[in-house]
């Protein structure tokens, strides 16, 4: 089986591109990834159909990450509860005297969003079910709110140095670097051009008020009161005799802030038991994903014990929300099985061989390698739909380029290239598990979060390879930063100019 012509070979590409195109072109994903996983166990197994068959079983049996389906299992259970609690109309209706226009509500949810910033699929699903209530009342498309979420999720993760990302980048740093995993990581930081200038853009386009592309559709849309454009019916609400007319903000905010408060007493936990000195080195080296499901067990048990007493849910209602939160969470269940598939084929078929022997014969001559290591990162992980994974092959031929102190800041350089593509690349990718949760979190149909997001994304994209363009060759992070900033708030605004704004066509701004 291992003797495929077609394994370390650029027909590695082919089951994710396949796939990502037909979720495109057809807006349905589930067909698109089965398709995509079927071609990759074709092409890994010789195409030999019963070989195929076991193959793909194997791989999708040991490509599912247990502790994530759980913890969302788990979340949807909680949002289910925070719904039928009466706790999250509760913050709505509260949340409705403090903020009075659709820009207020926004920029909270952006707000929010950069402060869970401790793991990328905690702060999707969180953002979404505390803020969902609030954007729609003041009719945010779910396609904005999702996009707010997922911008504000991953960017701001890979340049927080507390995090579940910044462990990841640890880890993938050879101890022979000539710096820690922690120091790199910190150096990175200012030359992480996409996630920065993504951050920017969320402000600028909610303060000034304009979409283009896509998303102006589907805030013109909201604004006459439907918030999906499209597919909004897959998503299954709480019965409103169900909800409690007896529910209090603190119904929402108490399970929220246990969420948050457990899984930062967890991860710091679970490093120190992993052998860490510290608090930063416990971080770094904490279990993530067994500390959020430890923090989503803790709030189901205080919401036991928060709710029954009062009797805003019974005990029978609060069974049946596990139910009802698995139902909840069924269509990010189903493409995050079938994308986590489809990256082990790749992994199968060496895709990874592949990228590295491209970049390893042809970026390192290049004068301008950052900006090469960008494109190529962007690249990979819109394919394969996983950042992390990206990471892992990248990171290390990034440092392995620039060995020695003398080379030390580009290699830091082309290390945050490596960060700040991969990053890029998960966003535009619709079989990203982070884009997924985005989606879920935010309740918008998924092909609908990806194309608007995608229009977005490429803007901050094309003023990244820019950007790096210039590090590479200045080597100063405030002079590439300063001039990657000035030269997006110049295109967005040319680009608000050219489409118009949409103040008067959107209620609340």
Not at 283 to 289: L, R, W
């Amino acid at each position: 089986m291992d003797t495929s012509i077609f394994i370390g070979t650029w027909w590695s590409l082919v089951p994710p591109l396949l796939a990502i195109i037909l979720a495109l072109v057809t807006k349905e994903v589930y067909s698109s990834l089965f398709i995509g996983v079927a071609v990759g166990a074709l092409l890994y197994t010789g195409f030999h159909p019963w070989n195929a068959f076991n193959a793909l079983f194997s791989i999708m049996k040991d490509s599912m990450n247990l502790n994530i389906l759980i913890f969302d299992v788990l979340l949807g259970m909680i949002i289910v509860l925070m719904s039928k609690s009466g706790g999250s109309a509760a913050y709505g209706r509260w949340a409705g005297s403090k903020i009075r226009s659709k820009k207020s509500a926004m920029l909270a949810t952006t707000g929010l969003g950069m402060l869970i910033f401790v793991d990328d699929y905690f702060n999707c699903l969180t953002v979404g079910s505390v803020m969902r209530p609030v954007t729609d009342r003041y009719k945010v498309s779910r396609a904005k709110l999702a996009y707010i979420i997922d911008a504000t999720a991953a960017p701001v993760c890979i340049i927080a140095p507390i995090s579940s990302w910044a462990a990841a980048v640890n880890s993938y740093v050879p101890k022979d670097a000539g710096i820690t995993g922690f120091q790199l990581f910190l150096r990175t930081i200012p030359y992480n051009l996409y996630a920065i200038l993504t951050i920017v853009m969320v402000f600028f386009v909610i303060i000034a008020g304009f979409d283009f592309g896509l998303m102006k559709k589907h805030e013109e849309n909201a604004a006459k009161g439907d918030l999906f454009t499209s597919g909004g019916e897959e998503f299954e609400k709480v019965k409103e005799e169900d909800i409690s007319s007896n529910g209090k903000v603190i119904d929402l905010l108490l399970p929220v802030i246990v969420l948050i408060g457990s899984a930062i007493g967890a991860m710091i936990y679970t490093g120190f038991l992993g052998g860490a000195t510290d608090v930063v080195s416990a971080f770094a080296g904490c279990d993530a994903e067994t500390s959020l499901i430890f923090a989503t067990m803790v709030t189901v048990f205080v919401m036991l014990f928060l709710y029954l007493p009062r009797k805003v849910v019974t005990f029978k209602g609060f069974m049946e929300s596990f139910v009802e939160g698995f139902k909840l969470m069924i269509p990010a269940i189903g493409i995050l099985i079938f994308a986590w598939t489809l990256k082990g084929m790749g992994d199968a078929l060496q895709i990874g061989t592949f990228v590295e022997s491209i970049v390893g014969t042809s970026a390192s001559a290049s004068l301008f390698l950052p900006a090469v290591l960008f494109v190529v990162a962007v690249f990979l992980a819109f394919s394969t739909g996983t950042s992390w994974g990206t990471f892992a092959i990248l990171v290390p031929i990034a440092i392995a380029m620039f060995p020695g102190a003398d080379h030390l800041e580009m290699m830091i350089i082309a290390v945050s290239a490596v960060l700040a593509g991969a990053v890029c690349g998960d966003h535009i990718s619709p079989i990203s598990d982070t884009t997924v949760m985005s989606s879920a979190g935010a309740q918008s149909n998924h092909i609908n979060h990806v194309t608007t997001q995608m229009q977005y994304a490429a803007v901050v994209a094309v003023v990244c390879i820019i950007g790096y363009i210039i590090a590479g060759l200045v080597q100063i992070w405030w002079v590439a930063l300063g001039i990657s900033l000035m030269l997006l708030l110049a295109v967005l605004t040319f680009i608000k100019k050219r489409s118009g704004s949409n103040r008067e066509k959107t209620a609340g701004i």
